[in-house]
Every structure is written in C-alpha cells, then in structure tokens.
C-alpha cells in the first residue's frame, strides 16, 4: 500500500483483495470498499469492468436511483459541476477522479454501463463508499503538560503522518493524531493540525483560552 500526493491532490494506490460481482460475462471490479479522504482534496475511485456483447453506449457513475427508470448520473448533478473526471473508456476501464472533494461527497458510488444490446444494462455493486473529513484539533490538560488530538470523523486512508502548529509556526510532525507537548506555554497560544502533503488543508486553529477567540485567529495566520 502506498500513498502519494502531489499539492492537495491526494491520490492512493491500494493493493488489495478487488471487488467483482457480475453474472454472465457482466462484472465490475473495485479496487476497495473503502475510502477516507480529506475535505478539498481529490480522489481517484478505481474501476474496471465487462460485458459480454454487443458496443457500450453509455457509461456513468451515481450514488442514488432516484424515482426514474434509470439512476441519476452524477455528471448530470449540479453539485458535482466542474469537479468530475472520468478517466475511463468504453472498453473496460472505468475510474473517476472527483476533486474539491466536500463533506456532503460521503456515499457510497456504483458505476453503470448500457450496451446495444437487449437487456444490456448492468450496475456494479457494492460500490465505493467514500468519506469525506476536515481536520479538528481538541486539546486536553493544562497549558504546562496538554494532549493535542487531531481529530477526524473516519480513519484516514493509509496512515498520513500529522503535522502540528503552534501559533501557526511548525511544532512537530507524528503518524498517531495524537501529539503530547511538554512545553510549558501560553494560555492565548493557538493549536493546528495538517496531514502531510496536504498543509493547505489544515485543521481551524484552537486555543486553550477559550474566551480569547479572535486572538487565537489572528496568531494562527
């Protein structure tokens, strides 16, 4: 397993046990279940797929079937507009890319694809279940001995390293969200968190005074 990234683009490459569920030459394979991805990053949603016979006419990837007879294409969603790149073919790849990815992105996403052929319609299940996170930094203890917990409501794909800032200045870098610091400091000094390759992405800055927000803003800047 490994992971790359390049500017906020975050892009995994998983080596695992593929996804196929298919019935008579129909089949379409995911590369994982499972993605947990940071909120305005991007990622690649691995796909490939068969069909017995006949010309692909139609390829597209949703999340929901929605009322009509066919499910709702997410390239026909406005809330996917301009962040939608399909990287497939009409042959048998079928990988999308999604970028600025927001939190209202968490779903599970299936590929379809329809052929020339009668009753050649087929989706691909189980699908992708994609969670989207920001990043939430909650400190415990005192301002002599604190705990900082980077905090994110999925577990991170492939174990990012985290970064820490203290009034917005590099503090340390750890693979655990958590970071304990032994520095004595100031009640007004504020606290961050990023994923590596990602620091465009961090956490809002939090402060142990809790009353002096506006300051805690400003030092994090």
């Known amino acids: 397993?490994?992971?790359?990234?390049?500017?906020?683009?975050?892009?995994?490459?998983?080596?695992?046990v593929t996804v196929v569920l298919g019935q008579d030459g129909w089949s379409v394979t995911y590369t994982t279940q499972s993605i947990c991805t940071?909120?305005?990053?991007?990622?690649?949603?691995?796909?490939?797929?068969?069909?017995?016979?006949?010309?692909?006419?139609?390829?597209?990837?949703?999340?929901?079937?929605?009322t009509g007879i066919e499910p709702e294409d997410l390239g026909q969603n406005p809330?996917?507009?301009?962040?939608?790149?399909?990287h497939g073919d009409k042959k048998k790849d079928c990988t999308l890319k999604i970028t600025d990815l927001r939190e209202?992105?968490?779903?599970?996403?299936?590929?379809?694809?329809?052929?020339?052929?009668?009753?050649?319609?087929?989706?691909?299940s189980p699908g992708i279940t994609l969670s989207v996170t920001g990043l939430q930094v909650k400190v415990n203890g005192g301002h002599q001995d604190k705990t900082?917990?980077?905090?994110?409501?999925?577990?991170?794909t492939d174990n990012p390293t985290y970064i820490w800032y203290m009034?917005?200045?590099?503090?340390?870098?750890?693979?655990?969200?958590?970071?304990?610091?032994?520095?004595?400091?100031?009640?007004?000094?504020?606290?961050?968190c990023a994923v590596k390759g990602?620091?465009?992405?961090?956490?809002?800055?939090?402060?142990?005074?809790?009353?002096?927000?506006?300051?805690?803003?400003l030092v994090s800047l």
Not at 50 to 61: D, H, K, L, Q
Not at 79 to 86: M, N, S, V
Request: glycine fraction near 6%.
């Open 1 to 16: 397993m490994a992971l790359r990234t390049v500017g906020s683009v975050l892009v995994v490459f998983l080596w695992s």
């Open 38 to 66: 940071l909120k305005g990053s991007s990622v690649d949603l691995f796909c490939s797929y068969t069909y017995p016979s006949g010309t692909v006419t139609t390829t597209f990837w949703f999340t929901e079937w929605g």
């Open 79 to 86: 809330e996917y507009a301009g962040r939608l790149e399909y």
């Open 104 to 124: 209202r992105d968490s779903a599970t996403y299936k590929f379809r694809l329809l052929t020339d052929q009668e009753g050649g319609k087929y989706s691909g």
């Open 148 to 156: 900082l917990t980077c905090i994110t409501t999925c577990t991170l």
């Open 167 to 192: 009034n917005g200045q590099h503090l340390d870098e750890s693979t655990s969200p958590q970071y304990k610091d032994p520095v004595s400091s100031n009640y007004d000094d504020s606290y961050s």
């Open 198 to 217: 990602h620091e465009d992405l961090h956490s809002p800055a939090v402060c142990e005074c809790s009353f002096n927000t506006l300051y805690c803003v």
